[in-house]
């Protein structure tokens, strides 16, 4: 039987995805995945609602039929292969414990039907439990406990499975917003301590940024960049990545390169350093980019201040450019701006992105 | 205390409780006190004769020939609840898993299923009646077409296999009750917990006892309710496939044609006795009612909030 050996000692997980599609009837929800997923790695599928991703964790789990392409683990072609013989193990997202069983049952269910003796089981439970913190809890049924109690006990029943893979799907969006933190930390250490493969889905890029080794960013059942949660940021391949990564979100503004000035229609103009060669570019500001200077005399974008969000540390302007973009910037907590203030936009030399208009794609000076 | 003042309040919370309690009242309350007041006394025909006190109990209980028939006819009523059980209640859960699982044609079986318990019982034992019938009905001619003749017998005229053919039909009938029943426990069962299961085992059966049949404990509270207080109250089919004298030979006979009997009269069985019948009424009546309410107290506890 597969699965039920330990990650630690440096059993292989490997994940290979080819040209996965995935038909409901008519409608085509994926469109050809092609990704590969190296052993041990913390990759995060994320994307707005959907996009896919859900359905692509299913297709891995075996929960639904891949329509088209190969699914391999490990170089074994995994398509045809019942869910519970994968080695795979899921934590969901209501967390889809058995209600009429405690939490040592909820945790054993599995574990025994994997045939594993009496004593083996105990044993795992055992430090799943500890692991997990769930010793007290364990004589509970799931409706005694708290939402991220619950958590734990789906994440343990995962454990003692000792599954090559874990998939998770959209885990904390349950939680209230101060413990979501405190579980992300916990599921960073968790994937430290096992060091099994994981895959995590979620539409939240926070989680996605703080836990991922490596980030799939969907969107319309399509793969539009992986990458480190470095890559993504600095580098974004296209515009849906620019502007979904990031919060708050990129700004983009139609520009018309003039020289080494890119004018805004009836704004104005600015530098920003080494251009690409094309004349009509989308130009991506992050909003640490830009800076504002009060007045509309200077030399940039001309822009009117539409409000500011203070949040203690620093502050967000938002203003309208001349074309009717909203831009967003950074400034300090000392710096707010009145509502219909006029200001001027500079640019910080080689901080910002460039975009093809025609298509969307990352332009490299 | 609070006091319910006569606000416009307080006047239509009676106006609307009022009517349905003196419903209740007169047509369910003053039967039942009155048939337990019937008991007690001697009767000759619809007129009332002596108090007895409880003379009427004894000798339904324990004096020949009533006690025989008292006996005869309760263990008809127990071999219907089990045989139901297992026909009826068993077949609506498989019935219902399957049509769970939306199988190809799940939306014709459904209405399928249910549709028997549509039918009137009158129609249903008719039917039935003609089914069994030994030379003509369908049932036989299907075992001669097939090359078991040998099976082939007279299913409504031998004490041997009279009650088991009404039982069958009976199941026919309302099989689809606990299926929908069933059906609607299941569909309660959220998705994703199906999902975790299907992570952990291929298996149907480890799905069905361990999952699901826990999981719909509260229907089958209900329908193994229910089931027994219509075994015990079964009137109808037997009546019409069997007759009112359980024939043959008292092989059918229940306690619901065992009451109307006594109580009513009729061609074989003599005079009527309102005295003996409401004895039996009350105690049919008591058994239902603390056996029911074992049930449910007892399958209640095991119940799962999901």
């Known amino acids: 039987m597969r699965g039920h050996r330990g990650q630690v000692e440096g059993i292989l997980a490997r994940l290979s995805l080819r040209g996965i599609k995935k038909r409901f009837k008519t409608t085509d929800v994926l469109h050809g995945i092609d990704l590969e997923i190296g052993d041990r790695e913390f990759v995060v599928f994320v994307g707005p609602s959907g996009c896919g991703k859900s359905t692509l964790l299913r297709l891995i789990a075996g929960l639904d039929p891949i329509s088209d392409g190969d699914f391999f683990l490990n170089d074994q072609r995994m398509n045809d292969v019942a869910p519970s013989r994968r080695g795979i193990a899921m934590v969901f997202q209501s967390y889809a414990l058995y209600p009429h069983m405690d939490v040592y049952e909820n945790m054993a269910f599995g574990a025994r039907l994997m045939g594993l003796t009496r004593d083996e089981v105990e044993k795992r439970i055992a430090d799943a439990a500890r692991m997990l913190r769930l010793d007290e809890l364990l004589k509970r049924k799931p409706r005694e406990l708290s939402g991220g109690q619950r958590q734990r006990v789906a994440i343990g029943r995962a454990l003692v499975r000792k599954p090559d893979v874990f998939l998770l799907d959209e885990p904390l969006s349950n939680l209230d917003a101060a413990l979501r933190s405190d579980v992300r930390l916990e599921i960073a250490k968790l994937h430290r301590d096992i060091g099994g493969t994981m895959i995590y889905v979620t539409h939240d890029q926070v989680e996605a940024m703080t836990l991922a080794d490596k980030i799939v960013v969907m969107n319309a059942g399509r793969i539009e960049q992986v990458g480190s949660p470095r890559e993504l940021y600095e580098t974004p391949a296209n515009m849906f990545v620019a502007t979904f990564i990031g919060s708050p979100r990129m700004t983009l503004v139609d520009v018309t390169r003039n020289g080494d000035r890119l004018a805004v229609a009836n704004g104005g103009s600015v530098v920003t350093g080494a251009l690409p060669e094309a004349k009509n570019l989308k130009l991506g500001l992050r909003p640490d980019a830009v800076k504002l200077h009060r007045g509309a005399a200077g030399e940039g974008l001309a822009a009117t201040v539409v409000y500011t969000e203070y949040l203690g540390d620093n502050a967000y302007v938002y203003a309208r450019l001349a074309d009717g973009t909203l831009l967003s910037a950074r400034t300090t907590p000392n710096d707010l701006y009145a509502p219909d203030e006029a200001v001027t936009v500079t640019v910080e030399p080689g901080s910002a992105h460039y975009f093809s208009a025609e298509d969307g794609r990352r332009l490299t000076p | ?306």
């Open chain 2, 1 to 306: 205390m609070p006091q319910l003042r006569m606000t416009g309040r307080g006047l239509w919370i009676t106006a609307l409780i009022v009517p349905p309690l003196a419903f209740v009242a007169l047509f369910i309350v003053y039967p039942i006190v009155s048939a337990f007041a019937y008991a007690f006394f001697d009767w000759q025909g619809l007129k009332r004769l002596d108090f007895v006190g409880l003379e009427n109990f004894h000798t339904v209980l324990f004096v020949e020939p009533y006690r025989s028939w008292t006996i005869n006819a309760f263990k008809n009523n127990v071999i219907v609840f089990f045989a139901l059980m297992v026909l009826q209640n068993g077949l609506g859960f498989i019935l219902a898993y399957a049509l769970w699982r939306e199988l190809p044609g799940a939306r014709f079986h459904r209405i399928a299923v249910f549709l028997p318990v549509v039918l009137s019982t009158i129609i249903v034992a008719y039917l039935f009646k003609l089914f069994y019938h030994p030379l003509f009905g369908v049932v036989n001619i299907t075992l001669k077409g097939i090359g078991l003749g040998w099976l082939a017998q007279p299913w409504l005229g031998q004490s041997g296999t009279a009650l088991g053919s009404i039982i069958v039909a009976q199941a026919w009938h309302m099989v689809g009750f606990p299926t929908l029943v069933f059906l609607a426990g299941m569909q309660r069962i959220p998705s994703e917990i199906l999902d975790a299961v299907r992570m952990e085992t291929e298996s149907e059966w480890v799905k069905i006892t361990k999952i699901v049949w826990p999981l719909v404990a509260p229907s089958a509270t209900i329908v193994f309710t229910l089931l027994f207080v219509g075994a015990f109250n079964w009137f109808e089919l037997p009546y019409i496939m069997g007759g009112l004298d359980g024939s043959p030979f008292g092989s059918t006979d229940v306690l619901g044609l065992y009451f109307y009997r006594t109580a009513f009269g009729n061609v074989s069985a003599g005079q009527q006795d309102f005295g003996l019948g409401s004895a039996l009424a009350v105690i049919i009546f008591i058994f239902i009612a603390i056996v029911a309410g074992v049930i449910t107290t007892r399958l209640r506890a095991r119940e799962i909030q999901l």
